[in-house]
C-alpha cells in the first residue's frame, strides 16, 4: 500500500520508514493532546511509547534499512520519542492543573451565606440573684463558701440540734441515698461543716445552692429549690448585727424605700428564732394579692445560733455567739415580679427566662 508522504519538521528523510515513523507519530501525539483524563494518558503512554508498544515496533523495522538510512532514521525516531514524551508530560500536568481547579470549584464555599442568627443567652433569674446577693455580702466583708449537696445525717440534722427523733426531722423529709446519706434539705449543712472546722473563730459565711424535699410539686412547693445561708459568729454578736444585715439584704433586693419586721418565731438550729417579713413590693403596703392584704411579706428565717449547734461544733458559747438566717431565692423573685407558679423557675421556658434583668 502506497503512503503519502508527509512533510514535517523534524523529518529530514523521506524514506518510507521515515514516512510510517512520521504517521504513527503524528497520530500518537493527536491522541495525546485529546486525552481527556490521567488514566486515558497513561494508557497511550503505555500502549504507544511503552516497552512493545507501537513506537517500539517501528524501531525494530530500521533492521531492514542501510547504515546511512539508519543513521539519518535513528535521529528522527529519538527526536519523535522526545517530542512525545515531553507532549505526554505537558498534558499531564495540564490534567493535574485542571483536576485542581475542577475540586477547588467542588469544595468552594459561598461565604457571602447570610448566617443563623443565634440569639444570646442570659443568666438564669436564679444564678443572676445568687450573684446579687453574693456581691452585697462580698462587700460586707463575707466569704463565700459552698457545700455538698450531698450530705451526712449528722451535718444536715444532728449538729444542727435535731437529733434523731427530732420532729422538725418530719418537716424536712427527703431523698435518702443509704442510712447515713441524703440530699441536704437546706444549705444550713454549711454551718455543721464550717463552725466544725473553725471552732471558736470569728466568721462571717454566705453560702447558696439547691436544696432538696420530698414535697408534692404544685404552684408554691419543688422538690428541688435554692437557699441562701448566712452566718456570723464572734464576741458579742446579738440581734442587732443581724437585723441591720437583714435590712441591708431587703433594700439591695428589693429597693431602698423597703424595710423589715421580725416575728417570733421556732426554728430549732436558733434560739431566739424569728420569721421575717419585709414591706410589700408590690403595692407598698397598701394590699394586695401577693401580700394577701397584709402589706408585708414574710421572706426569711433567721435568729441567734442556738447555744447547742454552737456547742455541738466546738465552741465556747460563754465566750462565743452568732447570728444566721436562710431564704428561698425563687421566694424572693416571685414576690419581686409577681410570680404566681413556682414551676416557672424549672420549665426552662425562654419567654418566662428572657423577662429577666435583675437590678
Ligand atoms: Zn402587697
Known sequence: MKTK????????????????????????????????????????????????????????????????????????????????????????????EEELKQQ?????????????????????????????????????????????????EENNFTKLNMPPGHPARDMQDTFYLNNNLLLRTHTTNIQSRILSENPNQELKVISAG??????????????????????????????????????LLVKECFGKEQTIRLRPSYFPFTEPSVEVDATCVQCQQQGCEVCKKSGWVEIAGAGLIHPQVLKNCGFDTKIYSGFAFAFGLERLLMIKYGIEDIRNFYLNDIRFLRQFVWC
Do not use: M
Not at 105 to 131: F, S, V, Y
Open 5 to 96: 508522504v508527509k512533510k514535517n519538521d523534524l523529518n529530514k528523510g523521506n524514506n518510507d520508514f521515515a514516512i510510517l515513523l512520521d504517521q504513527n507519530c503524528e497520530s500518537i501525539q493527536q491522541k495525546i493532546l485529546v486525552s481527556q483524563t490521567k488514566e486515558e494518558l497513561q494508557k497511550i503512554k503505555k500502549e504507544h511509547l511503552g516497552k512493545g508498544g507501537k513506537i517500539s515496533q517501528i524501531f525494530h523495522q530500521l533492521i531492514n534499512l542501510n547504515e546511512q538510512e539508519k543513521k539519518e532514521n535513528i535521529k528522527l525516531f529519538n527526536e519523535w520519542k522526545i517530542k512525545l514524551l515531553n507532549a505526554v508530560k505537558k498534558k499531564e500536568q495540564e490534567l493535574t
Open 210 to 247: 439547691k436544696v432538696y424535699r420530698r414535697d408534692d410539686d404544685d404552684a408554691t412547693h419543688t422538690h428541688q429549690f435554692t437557699q441562701v445561708d448566712c452566718f456570723v459568729t464572734g464576741k458579742n454578736i446579738s440581734f442587732t448585727h443581724l437585723k441591720g444585715t437583714l435590712e
Open 104 to 152: 477547588l470549584l467542588n469544595e468552594k464555599i459561598d461565604i457571602t451565606l447570610e448566617g443563623k442568627n443565634l440569639p444570646l443567652a442570659c443568666l438564669h433569674p436564679l444564678t443572676q440573684l445568687i450573684q446579687k446577693v453574693y456581691d452585697t455580702f462580698l462587700r460586707l466583708g463575707y466569704q463565700i463558701i459552698e457545700s455538698p449537696e450531698i450530705e451526712t
